[in-house]
């Protein structure tokens, strides 16, 4: 038999080498997503603080302000919380059933068939840019909010929880579909040879064999519209008064940072990332808060 | 691992078996105090053992018993587990394989061959010359030649020598197992551990690998493990009863089929247990 | 009775399931209804100019530019970083505030990073206003993406091939690129693909970094805008939900070119791993 180039001593201590290398590369690539988050977090939290420690602005002053005018020094973002609360929750209303019902239809109901052509158009749909959302709800949903309800123009916070609404809809319908098909076969013969029908079976079984997938679903749908700025600017009105109902005009805290982050200085500028802070603040919660709901599901 | 420990599972193993030093024969392996855990768990205790140059060993017990852990020791695929911790000593070729740390070098002088076969998604001539390839060697002609030895060493170059090119999961579970053999012989190993290796196939292909670790026997030192007692009685020189751990007793195949020693040995092979 | 509610609830099912349909119908129906008329060779192919509807070439090689930009950066350090969760890191607490991290930066607004951009990349770093700036905040923002779709498909990668390629004596990297990473191949490409599509569809984070600047872009450091911010600013600034539309026919043809695309790879280099 033919020998083998050199397979021993030296010709493996660059390998060794090589192999120390690497692994630290590697290493040092996945701390970059935690070098990335720090300094995201750091410079937000670093230049959102600084209004109010350095140049004595108070926090409750900003959290329970009701006027926003920069050339004053006028500095409450309350309009705007109450806004983004608004929209949000609006948006979790029509869209989270809507959402979760097309999926359970998709997933258990449809004809093969239908599924087969519905669920990748709908995943399409999912990945087609938010600002086309907007664009569609000025042409369309804010002329006809205007003539239904007969008001002084469209840009309403109505206008913005339906664009809202519909945007997460292929979010959650997809990730939704997905948990919904994962639930094994033998949960539902197990559930129907008891003699629960098809419907018991997948509202009694099914759906909460998915729920952690499920909740995903809506973390998702519901972050993507509480964070969606470009979208809404199109549709809210941005006027800064609190709104009262779904026909008055609406700036959340996204559209308020895109708006003025382009012309902003100093403190103007510095507030805008308090904004941020708030609206950090909020995804946080919202995120515990939908993580506590499962948790106590889960008993 | 402490040694409080050790000597206290000395203690509890006895007196090592000894084991016979045919004059002729030289120990290639020499396994001395072996120790192994899983975190907290002890899986072997005090393995002792002499491995014979060009001779089949055996290595039989029922399920979870740590013969196959055991094996994995010789090649130091333990090493893949985290929480694996090893003391004792295992020498081989008179280098303590635990100590010189060149892994590289121990597991192309020592080759392996799984439960399963585990081609690579690649063409029966690339898996056969994957090994040499990362060992560096890169002529043509040479490689040809390795693959065209190490297909005829596992006796499965007349049935594949035409579709070299094709992939090798297109091969029958057996035909893919005797490739993995040709793998491992490519590498010109000393050493080959078999890790049941027939466990997944059918009697003929089962058949036809044992005919071929017969053959290899002159070439090569075989350590299997195998859960198949006729097996090991048919192609193994020596066999290694292990239970719970420990090696219970080792000793000639003919002699350990015939008249074992230790009761347990006995309830194993009669089928008593396992 | 029960038939009552079961038909109530299959009635809400279909009803739901049909009004996702024809809302999502109608979006794009409207868009290219709207838009269609503008779509010819001039538009796609034409220079910008303020007067008339304008060309969008500038936009079309803006939005290849943070592609081809963010991709270069993102698609190593993602898969090296899942490699080593997957592959080198024990478990612990470094682990688990890389996945701690990795998962935030996915929950992160992108109007947050596009403040982090516009203070970080374009005033700290002085790169100003421009494609690079946009680039790197868009690095971060699909780094998540690359990471946890790359570890998904290293998960599929069968032990197996880890275990027969390493008893061949091959290192971990030998391993890694000859084994692991071609097998893991389609569920990477779907994750870049995936990123792609965030990067064509992401428009705040672009807006507050890349600027506004309707012209080609002399270079990476010009301000310029992408495909998705000239549909938002025509549609803002002018009302011109012609134009925008057609922009948006643009895009959603994109999208669906890369979906199609990435069918395509999962299902030709499955059956390429046979």
């Not at chain 1, 909010?145 to 916070?157: A, E, F």
């Not at chain 1, 994962?182 to 013969?189: D, F, L, M, Q, S």
Request: charged content about 15%; overall charge positive; aromatic content about 8%.
């Amino acid at each position: 038999m033919s020998a083998l180039p050199e397979k021993m001593g030296n010709a493996n201590k660059k390998k060794y080498i090589l192999e120390g290398l690497s692994s630290k590369l590697f290493q040092f690539c996945a701390l970059i997503s935690v070098i990335s988050l720090l300094l995201i977090v750091g410079f937000v939290f670093y230049k959102g603080s600084l209004p109010f420690v350095v140049d004595g602005y108070s926090f409750i002053d900003f959290l329970t302000g009701v006027d926003w005018v920069p050339s004053e020094e006028k500095f409450g973002i309350l309009p705007m919380i109450v806004a983004s609360v608004y929209a949000t929750i609006g948006a979790l209303i029509i869209g989270v059933p809507v959402g979760l019902f097309t999926a359970i239809f998709l997933a258990e109901i449809a004809p093969k068939r239908v599924a087969k052509f519905i669920s990748p158009a709908v995943q399409l749909l999912a990945g087609i840019p938010s600002v086309l959302y907007g664009v569609f709800g000025l042409a369309i949903i804010v002329p006809f909010l205007q003539n239904v309800l007969n008001l002084p123009r469209g840009q309403s916070l109505l206008a913005v929880i339906l664009v809202l609404a519909i945007m997460m809809l292929p979010t959650i319908v997809t990730v939704a579909e997905t948990a919904i098909r994962a639930v094994p076969k033998t949960y539902r013969e197990g559930s129907l040879a008891l003699g629960a029908s098809q419907i018991e079976t997948i509202f009694k079984v099914v759906v909460p064999a998915a729920k952690s997938g499920v909740m995903a679903a809506i973390v998702l749908g519901v972050g993507r519209a509480i964070g969606e700025t470009m979208a809404v600017i199109l549709v809210a009105g941005n006027s800064l008064i609190i709104p009262t109902s779904l026909t008055d005009s609406l700036r959340p805290l996204t559209t308020n940072i895109a708006l003025e982050m382009g012309y902003a200085f100093g403190s103007h500028q510095n507030m805008l990332f308090a904004t941020g802070i708030v609206l950090f603040s909020f995804i946080l919660i919202l995120n515990f808060v939908l993580a506590k709901i499962s948790a106590k599901g889960e008993k | 691992m402490n040694s409080i420990e050790t000597k206290l599972n000395k203690a509890r193993t006895g007196k090592i078996t000894p084991i016979k030093q045919d004059s002729e024969e030289k120990a290639i392996i020499s396994v001395r105090d072996l120790n192994l855990f899983y975190g907290e768990k002890q899986a072997l205790f005090s393995v002792s053992m002499d491995i014979q140059e060009k001779e089949v060993t055996a290595l039989i017990g029922p399920s979870g018993c740590g013969k196959s852990t055991f094996l994995r020791t010789l090649n130091r695929m333990n090493d893949l587990i985290d929480s694996v911790q090893i003391n004792g000593d295992i020498v081989i070729d008179n280098e303590n394989i635990y100590q010189t740390n060149d892994v590289i070098k121990l597991r192309t002088k020592v080759g392996m061959v799984f439960q399963k076969a585990n081609l690579f998604p690649m063409s029966i001539y690339d898996n056969v010359a994957y090994g040499p390839r990362m060992q560096g060697l890169k002529n043509k002609k040479e490689l040809d030649k390795i693959v065209e030895e190490s297909l005829r060493g596992a006796a499965i170059w007349d049935e594949v020598k035409d579709r070299l090119k094709t992939s090798a999961l297109g091969l029958s579970g057996g035909q893919q197992q005797r490739i993995c053999i040709a793998r491992a012989i490519a590498m010109k190993p000393e050493i080959i551990l078999m890790d049941e290796p027939t466990s997944a196939l059918d009697p003929i292909s089962t058949l036809k690998v044992e005919e071929l670790i017969e053959k290899m026997k002159k070439d090569f030192t075989i350590v299997i493990v195998t859960h198949n007692m006729q097996q090991a009685a048919r192609i193994s020189d020596k066999t290694a009863f292990f239970l719970n751990g420990e090696v219970i007793e080792y000793e000639q195949t003919d002699k350990i089929f015939s008249m074992p020693n230790d009761q347990r040995t006995e309830d194993y092979i009669t089928g008593r247990f396992g | 009775m029960r038939t009552l509610k079961d038909n109530i609830l299959r009635g809400f099912l279909w009803f739901a399931a049909f009004l996702t349909v024809a809302i999502l119908v109608t979006i794009v129906g409207y868009i290219f209804m709207k838009g269609y008329r503008l779509i010819n060779f001039d538009f796609i192919f034409g220079d910008y100019s303020p007067t008339g509807h304008g060309g969008i070439w500038p936009m079309i090689i803006t939005t290849i530019y943070t592609i081809i930009i963010s991709l270069i950066i993102a698609t190593p350090i993602g898969i090296f970083a899942a490699v080593y969760l997957q592959e080198y890191a024990k478990q612990g607490r470094l682990v688990r505030m890389i996945r701690f991290a990795t998962e935030s930066l996915t929950g992160i607004p992108s109007i947050i990073y596009g403040l982090f951009g516009a203070v970080f990349f374009v005033t700290t770093l002085k790169l100003g206003m421009s494609i690079i700036s946009a680039s790197l905040t868009l690095t971060i923002i699909v780094l998540p993406v690359i990471i946890r779709t790359t570890e998904e498909s290293l998960k599929t990668v069968p032990n197996t091939y880890r275990e027969g390629s390493l008893a061949l004596g091959t290192t971990k990297l030998q391993t890694l690129y000859k084994v692991i990473l071609p097998s893991a191949m389609p569920g990477i490409l779907s994750g870049i693909i995936l990123s792609i599509g965030r990067i064509v569809g992401e428009s705040a984070a672009i807006f507050l970094t890349a600027g506004t600047v309707a012209a080609m872009p002399e270079g990476i450091f010009s301000s310029a805008r992408t495909l998705t911010v000239h549909s938002f600013l025509v549609t803002q600034e002018s009302g011109d939900i012609e134009l925008a539309s057609a922009v948006g026919i643009v895009l959603i043809v994109i999208i669906l070119v890369l979906n199609l695309l990435a069918t395509f790879i999962s299902k030709k280099l499955n059956k390429a791993n046979y």
